[in-house]
């Protein structure tokens, strides 16, 4: 019992520093239903504050201002368990984005199934923050961000475009409706392969199960969505590499990426477990010590306000929908999938996370690049 009650004045000692109160009555306080919470998340910092949250040991009527306030306030860096140290060890003696590992997150996440994207994601299954500057709802908003990708590279009829990870097709089918282009995409995953061939059905788009080191086809234009957060820090250099070697001499890649305000080598261990394997968000001298002397930075245009907007609409969405999905949806997959989305939105509403595009070419567009907003 001493060793409970120490425990759970440190852990009100800890939130109190983010206002944040235990069986408080504001939404973003936090009501504890499990004694053993307050021991658990001492040892194993922000894995058992998502896990803990599954298991039903807690609960807050604002899941994502209680996250908000934990984030804003840094508290997760004053909590660090055993396993976070393991992880930091693995991601830096391995390379877990490399040969096989590569396809996990695909078949852990992605592959969970269509319908459950379906549900969240809008008309358009677009899984990568929206561009609000104009728009009033999900759907105008994810159309705003295809078209301004569009405009950024300047694509032109009979142009070919390669989309690395290319998710659902929505990128490619957009592009070919609207401007006229060929393309080729790539996934690491099988369900969005199977649904971007549908999708892009009767349009000269080529949709391939196929990892972005295999290949060696030259295109006008390249263009990632989303899909750099699964790289990792050790295939960076690598990626590029690619990226050019697929180019044409005067051509334009535009990366679309989340990124972190600070270099890491790791996800956040919640993260990496239950949402995406494997998986890590570049800080900017990560990627510009990766692209040096393999592209010219054009633009570099951060929009990651607009991610939490995007992640409400999501959640809305799933919310909305979950009595519709299959069982296979249960309660602690919902809690798990609250906890994603909330924890998302609490950090980009911080500005810990960003949303980068960056327009890059090979050489230096002549007379210089005029970025489209």
């Avoid at 201002?65 to 804003?72: K, N, V």
């Avoid at 971007?196 to 949709?207: M, N, S």
């Avoid at 327009?359 to 907003?373: I, K, Q």
């Amino acid at each position: 019992m001493a060793s409970t009650n120490r425990s759970r004045r440190r852990v009100q000692a800890l939130l109190a520093q983010a206002d944040v109160h235990v069986d408080g009555d504001r939404p973003w306080d936090l009501q504890v239903d499990d004694e053993r919470f307050y021991a658990r998340v001492l040892a194993q910092g922000s894995l058992a504050l998502g896990e803990s949250f599954m298991d039903g040991w807690w609960r807050t009527a604002s899941l994502d201002g209680l996250l908000h306030r934990l984030i804003h306030h840094g508290t997760g860096e004053r909590v660090h368990g055993a396993g976070e140290v393991l992880d930091a060890v693995h991601a830096w003696l391995l390379n877990p984005q490399a040969g096989r590992r590569s396809f996990a997150v695909g078949e852990h996440h992605y592959d969970l199934g269509n319908d459950l994207y379906a549900a969240m994601l809008g008309r358009r299954l677009v899984y990568s923050c929206g561009y609000w500057r104009d728009a009033a709802d999900l759907d105008a908003a994810q159309e705003a961000k295809l078209d301004l990708c569009c405009r950024k590279l300047g694509l032109q009829p009979g142009m070919r475009l390669l989309d690395i990870g290319c998710g659902w097709g929505e990128m490619l089918k957009f592009a070919a409706e609207r401007h006229g282009v060929e393309g080729v995409g790539i996934t690491i995953s099988r369900e969005q392969a199977a649904h971007a061939r549908a999708a892009c059905a009767g349009l000269p788009v080529e949709i391939r199960l196929q990892d972005y080191r295999d290949l060696r086809e030259r295109f006008d234009r390249i263009v990632s969505i989303g899909m750099f957060e699964h790289v990792g820090v050790r295939n960076y250099r690598a990626y590029f590499r690619v990226a050019r070697r697929c180019l044409a001499e005067d051509g334009l890649f535009l990366l679309h990426t989340i990124g972190s305000n600070r270099s890491r080598r790791r996800a956040d261990p919640w993260i990496a477990k239950y949402i995406f394997p494997n998986s890590m968000l570049p800080s900017p001298p990560q990627v510009t010590r990766a692209l040096e002397g393999a592209f010219v930075i054009e633009d570099w245009h951060n929009f990651g306000a607009d991610y939490d907007r995007t992640l409400q609409a999501w959640r809305d969405n799933v919310e909305a929908a979950w009595d519709r999905l299959p069982a296979r949806y249960d309660e602690r997959f919902r809690r798990m999938w609250r906890f994603y989305l909330a924890g998302s939105m609490a950090c980009f509403r911080a500005r810990n996370l960003q949303l980068w595009q960056l327009v890059l070419s090979p050489h230096g567009v002549p007379g210089g690049y005029r970025a489209p907003r």
